[in-house]
């Protein structure tokens, strides 16, 4: 094999090498983020047709390198935790909530969430959570906030205690292709447009 194709071999290798301990880097610096989905490398053999293995006797040999194909992100459920927070909520399948980020639609794994000084139900980074009625709002007498396994938010207004009213219901949503999402920060997700 020609000198220039083996340090070719070898460079495409260690790019290759470089990206992956990036990605594995990231992956390590987020192993405590709630929410976070981690990334995962895909390389493949790429067979240079122009690059030959000359120096032997038969046949031509292709050289074959090393191609980064694509950064993929795992959206596998990651370990539930029970941490006594009654706004904390651990979301099961495919399922993603939906928050306002700078007037846009952003979806986020992380149930982690908190009431901020407006009385609406935000994320730990002052997100604001929506609802299938918009943003979730509570009432400055609102005891006891229930989140039930279908989304729906209850409380007990101020001493009543027999009757519970309803804030809202959490915005839950799906991808057909979660693939597609782009992720921003370590535990958001945009949508582009035509992915449903």
């Known amino acids: 094999m020609p000198m220039e194709n083996i340090l070719l071999v070898g460079l495409s290798r260690?790019?290759?090498l470089e990206r992956q301990l990036g990605v594995v880097a990231n992956n390590i610096a987020n192993v405590n983020?709630?929410?976070f989905k981690a990334d995962k490398s895909l390389f493949e053999e790429f067979l240079n047709t122009n690059a030959r293995i000359d120096m032997f006797r038969g046949s031509d040999r292709r050289v074959s390198f090393v191609q980064d194909?694509?950064?993929?992100?795992?959206?596998?459920?990651?370990p539930i935790?029970?941490?006594g927070n009654p706004l904390d909520v651990a979301l099961t399948?495919?399922?993603?909530l939906t928050v306002q980020v700078n007037g846009n639609e952003r979806y986020t794994r992380n149930g982690a969430m908190q009431i901020n000084a407006q009385g609406?139900?935000?994320t730990l980074d002052n997100h604001t959570v929506v609802g299938t009625n918009g943003p979730i709002t509570f009432q400055p007498g609102d005891q006891d906030i229930t989140i039930g396994r279908d989304g729906t938010i209850t409380v007990r207004e101020g001493n009543n205690t027999n009757v519970t009213a309803l804030r809202g219901k959490l915005?839950?949503?799906s991808f057909d292709q979660p693939q597609l999402l782009r992720k921003e920060g370590s535990s958001l997700f945009s949508a582009p447009r035509g992915v449903a």
């Open 81 to 83: 935790e029970r941490t």
């Open 93 to 96: 399948g495919q399922a993603f």
């Open 33 to 35: 983020t709630t929410g």
């Open 14 to 16: 260690q790019v290759a």
């Open 120 to 122: 609406q139900l935000v």
């Open 69 to 78: 194909r694509a950064t993929l992100t795992d959206f596998g459920q990651g």
């Open 171 to 173: 915005r839950l949503v």
